[in-house]
């Protein structure tokens, strides 16, 4: 598997942070290095559980789409 996967640091789930996919498509925890830098065990942060004001902002800082403010105030669509 390639590419780079959401995850929390295990038994620390205050921040999700970015990191290169395990080798193994099955594996749920592994050791690994986050984008930020932090060697740890890895737990992978299943798509329901994303939450992008819990996100590590020095992991995903080069990954982040800057969208212009709202005029008005207005939140924008749904």
């Known amino acids: 598997?390639?590419?780079?996967?959401?995850?929390?640091?295990?038994?620390?789930?205050?921040?999700?942070?970015?990191?290169?996919?395990?080798?193994?498509?099955?594996?749920?925890?592994?050791?690994?290095?986050?984008?930020?830098?932090?060697?740890?065990?890895?737990?992978?942060?299943p798509y329901e559980r994303v939450d992008v004001h819990e996100q590590c902002d020095a992991c995903s800082s080069k990954f982040r789409t800057v969208y212009p403010p709202s005029e008005g105030g207005h939140p924008g669509p749904p």
């Open 1 to 45: 598997m390639a590419g780079l996967v959401r995850t929390w640091i295990k038994d620390k789930r205050d921040k999700q942070h970015l990191a290169d996919a395990p080798d193994n498509e099955i594996a749920r925890e592994w050791q690994g290095t986050t984008r930020c830098g932090i060697q740890a065990t890895l737990v992978w942060v």
